[in-house]
């Protein structure tokens, strides 16, 4: 198999692939923001189109759902049709969304832009990669043209809280959505001028059953994931989705196993590379993200800072994505094999520290000490994402580059979706044991503090000192599940080298 470029990369000045780097990252930048933003226009949103519960849940959840659920199939359709003609439409589609989310006059048509947006997004996201993979076939280029993806694709969901945070005081909250039409149609722009298109040339027709079972059992395991605090974890709903999510993706491996041309040949899964890069995505993408969302809301409901305070303030954790993803470099270039383990070991054990200190705070934590771990958890993380995601790209063929990119986002969008649930379920429920009371809602109690007859002052510092408890437990628990999974990959990596040293001496 081969990869068709109209203009070859290895040809190309070096400028301008920095060029396509640079409007392929705008792309990764602006679905980060467009996943977030939504976030902080939530309150004006609800005080201008008056949605019920069960529609404001939606508006939040069908981009999850719809991108989680049709990333792997886009992946695999950009191999087949061109990664540029993919990451265009997937960009226009974005800014048709914002124009219409902007407009929108109901809940049902806000929604609505959220699943186009989220369709948008699922196409743009593995040609980002793939766009980047291609423009840089020498190895050391590649490496880092990855670090920079990965340093881009963490700081895109810090800044949209921030961005929009801004938009919705000075603007509106439909401004924080048409904020993101200009930048689209801009890049849409810009890809079309500088992107060389790429394809796979021998390409097998799309798989539809393949695309079909898994973007219902993705879309299905995102949505069971993402009700699961909301409803219940063992209401009948989020039960009867994980069973469903279960069997859908059960058909899909076999289906894979079994097809003459399939969506995802399941050998590509096998090296132990791949899988450990992937498990690797998936945890720091769950204790990560889901660790940042707690910290806002002890920023918020603890030290009383304002939504936009609360994002400007974790600006820090961006900082350190790029150093983390930078000190990547030297690791993957230098250490061939092994360096990307001993960037995962590095990683593991800056983000240690980052959660040992976070299982320090108190109810009056100084910011310097905020800005500290923010500083660790960004580092700890863009070292592991880079090392990660080389090590799953390197398992890919260039023809595949799509799929690969699609597998390594899947995963990613699964572990923010699994953190974020069951990081914020423990910590509600530790915090309703602290208060003395299962039905006690501590985020509902501090969000009523500055209401007009809300709790008492003694109520609020109860629920202060609970919320903090139960932060300060979810902390020493991802720092004791980082250290036990660094044991193994310090372990199989002393052994692999033990191994290559062995090897070298025994040679005549």
């Given at each position: 198999m081969s990869v068709q470029s109209i203009a070859e990369p290895a040809h190309a000045g070096l400028a301008r692939r920095w060029a396509t780097t640079a409007v392929a990252c705008s792309g990764l930048l602006l679905i980060g923001i467009d996943g977030t933003v939504l976030n902080v226009a939530i309150p004006a949103m609800q005080r201008?189109?008056?949605?019920?519960?069960?529609?404001?849940?939606?508006?939040?959840d069908a981009f999850a759902v719809v991108m989680a659920g049709t990333v792997l199939a886009a992946g695999s359709l950009g191999d087949r049709v061109g990664r540029r003609r993919v990451f265009i439409t997937g960009l226009l589609l974005c800014a048709a969304a914002s124009a219409a989310g902007g407009a929108a006059t109901s809940p049902g048509q806000m929604i609505?832009?959220?699943?186009?947006?989220?369709?948008?997004?699922a196409l743009?996201?593995?040609?980002?990669?793939?766009?980047?993979?291609?423009?840089?076939?020498?190895?050391?280029?590649?490496?880092?043209?990855?670090?920079?993806?990965?340093?881009?694709?963490?700081?895109?969901g810090l800044l949209g809280p921030v961005a929009g945070g801004w938009l919705v005081d000075h603007a509106s909250w439909r401004a924080a959505f048409w904020s993101s039409m200009p930048v689209a149609l801009?890049?849409?722009?810009?890809?079309?001028?500088?992107v060389p298109e790429s394809r796979d040339a021998d390409a097998s027709p799309l798989d539809h059953r393949g695309a079909l079972l898994s973007t219902a059992g993705l879309g299905t395991l995102v949505w069971a994931v993402v009700a699961g605090p909301k409803h219940?974890?063992?209401?009948?709903?989020?039960?009867a989705a994980f069973a469903g999510a279960a069997l859908l993706l059960t058909a899909f491996a076999v289906w894979q196993?079994?097809?003459?041309?399939?969506?995802?040949?399941?050998?590509?899964?096998?090296?132990?590379?791949?899988?450990?890069?992937?498990?690797?995505?998936?945890?720091?993408?769950?204790?990560?993200?889901?660790?940042?969302?707690?910290?806002?809301?002890?920023?918020?409901?603890?030290?009383?800072?304002?939504?936009?305070?609360?994002?400007?303030?974790?600006?820090?954790a961006t900082a350190g994505m790029v150093v983390g993803a930078a000190l990547a470099l030297p690791l993957l270039n230098k250490l061939g094999r092994f360096g990307d383990r001993t960037a995962i070991l590095a990683g593991l054990t800056i983000l240690a520290a980052a959660f040992a200190l976070l299982a320090t705070f108190t109810t009056a934590a100084d910011y310097r000490a905020l800005a500290v771990y923010l500083v660790l958890l960004g580092t700890g993380a863009g070292v592991i994402l880079a090392a990660a995601t080389e090590m799953v790209m390197a398992a890919f063929p260039g023809e595949r580059a799509g799929l690969g990119s699609a597998l390594n986002d899947v995963t990613r969008q699964v572990g923010l979706a699994l953190g974020i649930a069951v990081q914020g379920s423990?910590?509600?429920?530790?915090?309703?044991?602290?208060?003395?009371?299962?039905?006690?809602?501590?985020?509902?109690?501090l969000?009523?503090?500055?209401?007009?007859?809300?709790?008492?002052?003694?109520?609020?510092?109860?629920?202060?000192?609970?919320?903090?408890?139960?932060?300060?437990?979810?902390?020493?628990?991802?720092?004791?599940?980082?250290?036990?999974?660094?044991?193994?990959?310090a372990w199989s990596t002393a052994r692999t080298l033990t191994r290559s040293r062995e090897a070298r001496r025994a040679r005549p």
């Open positions: 201008a189109l008056h949605p019920s519960t069960a529609e404001v849940q939606w508006t939040v609505g832009s959220r699943v186009v947006q989220g369709a948008g997004c743009m996201m593995p040609a980002t990669l793939s766009i980047i993979i291609d423009v840089f076939p020498e190895p050391h280029l590649r490496r880092r043209g990855i670090a920079v993806w990965a340093a881009v694709a963490g700081v895109g801009l890049a849409a722009g810009l890809a079309a001028w500088l219940g974890w063992t209401s009948p709903s989020v039960l196993a079994r097809c003459r041309a399939p969506m995802l040949p399941l050998a590509l899964l096998s090296a132990p590379r791949v899988r450990l890069g992937l498990a690797m995505m998936a945890l720091i993408s769950a204790l990560v993200f889901g660790s940042v969302l707690i910290l806002n809301l002890y920023m918020q409901g603890v030290l009383d800072y304002s939504a936009l305070r609360s994002g400007t303030r974790t600006l820090p423990a910590l509600s429920a530790i915090a309703a044991r602290r208060l003395h009371g299962p039905g006690d809602d501590v985020n509902a109690l969000a009523a503090a500055h209401v007009p007859g809300g709790p008492g002052p003694a109520a609020v510092a109860a629920a202060k000192d609970a919320f903090v408890h139960g932060m300060t437990r979810c902390a020493l628990a991802g720092a004791v599940l980082v250290g036990a999974v660094a044991v193994p990959v």
